[in-house]
């Protein structure tokens, strides 16, 4: 059996698979970074996972791409914890920009992004992925993120800039004081989904200009940084995952038209597609080995 996951920082998909590409189960749970979390906290979420226990011994293969997982050293860390649980399987962990890539293929060469929690971007020509400028993460980087667009959020409201009726809003549903805030972004773990969290709150006013203007200009500017990066940017399409792109795919299209990009797929949940570049590429080559 193969058990294929996809991980952001908010939450990990997990699909379990035969050699046929038959679905025999899916389950969620918490996402695993190893920026954040260690293999003894994998192994813990883990062995709280009914539906990930009950299946532990019987898979053989378990395809893992998750947010952070861009090292052997990170991947390491991910790694232990899964192999801790799967004791029968070969543990394979993957950057979920491969994951972003390998969803998003139909055969052609392709750039291909996570706009989520966090953001990044990726070249794949079909054999190999590549990255051109790296993800800075939530303090330095996340362009056109959740993680982004909360910041965007917290700094108009506590610097007064939001408009009343927002500002009200947000004041009502969660009274939040600025000690609280530096609190949980900057002592409290997991700030980057903390922050992504008010994308639920952003979501209610999606059609404000003020709120317009935030998603545009953010999308232009991860364009400009994560997409035109690479040097044939104008000559492939440009596909997106990740749920900040599906909620406000009128936003991200309107950015891709005005920075003249080829606007391909946008896909809320990679999973079905990971699946799919799996039974077609993959398992092939585990039949062979």
């Known amino acids: 059996m193969i058990l294929i996951a996809d991980s952001g920082s908010t939450k990990s998909d997990w699909r379990m698979i035969n050699s046929l590409g038959d679905n025999l189960k899916?389950?969620?749970?918490?996402?695993?970074?190893?920026?954040?979390?260690?293999?003894?906290?994998?192994?813990?979420?883990?062995?709280?996972?009914?539906?990930?226990?009950?299946?532990?011994?019987?898979?053989?293969?378990?395809?893992?791409?998750?947010?952070?997982?861009?090292?052997?050293?990170?991947?390491?860390?991910?790694?232990?914890?899964?192999?801790?649980?799967?004791?029968?399987?070969?543990?394979?962990?993957?950057?979920?920009?491969?994951?972003?890539?390998?969803?998003?293929?139909?055969?052609?060469?392709?750039?291909?992004?996570?706009?989520?929690?966090?953001?990044?971007?990726?070249?794949?020509?079909?054999?190999?992925?590549?990255?051109?400028?790296?993800?800075?993460?939530?303090?330095l980087g996340d362009e056109g993120s959740g993680s982004y667009f909360g910041k965007k959020l917290l700094q108009d409201y506590f610097y007064k800039s939001l408009p009343k009726e927002i500002a009200e809003a947000f004041h009502s549903q969660f009274n939040l004081t600025d000690k609280e805030l530096v609190r949980k972004v900057y002592n409290e773990p997991n700030a980057n989904v903390y922050l992504a969290s008010f994308m639920k709150f952003i979501g209610q006013f999606k059609h404000h200009p003020h709120v317009k203007n935030w998603m545009v200009e953010g999308f232009r500017h991860f364009i400009k940084i994560h997409v035109k990066c690479f040097d044939h940017w104008s000559d492939v399409k440009v596909h997106f995952i990740g749920s900040v792109a599906f909620h406000f795919e009128h936003y991200l299209s309107e950015a891709c038209e005005a920075e003249e990009v080829q606007l391909g797929s946008i896909i809320k949940k990679p999973i079905d597609n990971l699946v799919r570049y799996h039974v077609e590429y993959k398992i092939s080559e585990l039949e062979k080995a």
């Open 26 to 139: 899916d389950f969620s749970t918490m996402g695993f970074n190893p920026y954040f979390h260690s293999s003894d906290l994998v192994e813990a979420k883990l062995k709280q996972s009914t539906e990930a226990m009950e299946i532990a011994l019987s898979v053989d293969h378990v395809f893992f791409y998750g947010a952070g997982c861009s090292s052997a050293n990170l991947n390491t860390i991910i790694k232990e914890g899964l192999q801790r649980i799967f004791k029968n399987a070969n543990v394979l962990v993957g950057h979920d920009l491969n994951a972003c890539a390998f969803a998003t293929y139909y055969g052609e060469p392709e750039i291909s992004c996570i706009l989520g929690t966090g953001s990044n971007s990726c070249y794949f020509d079909g054999e190999e992925v590549f990255e051109e400028v790296p993800s800075l993460a939530y303090i």
